[in-house]
């Protein structure tokens, strides 16, 4: 089984920054896929980021892209979402997600194990 902890959310000002962490314990994740996903109050959640095992792919929902750098080390079982240029619609509960599959996915249903969410607000 695998833990998924996420931690790293907060309150900042519109245009800073965050990192977001994601640890992850029970099994190696150096083979599963990785993504970011937040949910906004009232709204479904949504794809906000994702590697591939190796690193080597990224994919980004197109409202962070160019703001947002998602990053793994995998000697720590970790992984990252660098969060600049914070907007207030980037307010939401953020997740992190793996999936066995390995190959960097926006889809919500090919990840198998989630976080519990951390929390971003951003003011304006």
């Known amino acids: 089984q695998v833990q998924l902890v996420e931690s790293g959310g907060g309150l900042v000002q519109a245009g800073g920054s965050l990192r977001l962490s994601c640890a992850a314990s029970?099994?190696?994740?150096?083979?599963?896929?990785l993504g970011w996903f937040r949910q906004a109050p009232g709204k479904e959640r949504e794809f906000v980021a994702t590697i591939s095992w190796s690193g080597a792919i990224t994919y980004y929902a197109d409202s962070v892209k160019g703001r947002f750098t998602i990053s793994r080390d995998n000697a720590k079982n970790t992984m990252y979402l660098q969060m600049n240029s914070l907007r207030p619609e980037d307010t939401a509960d953020y997740y992190c997600a793996a999936s066995r599959g390995g190959s960097a996915s926006t889809m919500r249903d090919e990840y198998n194990y989630w976080g519990q969410g951390t929390q971003v607000t951003v003011s304006s």
């Open positions: 029970g099994r190696t994740l150096a083979l599963y896929a």
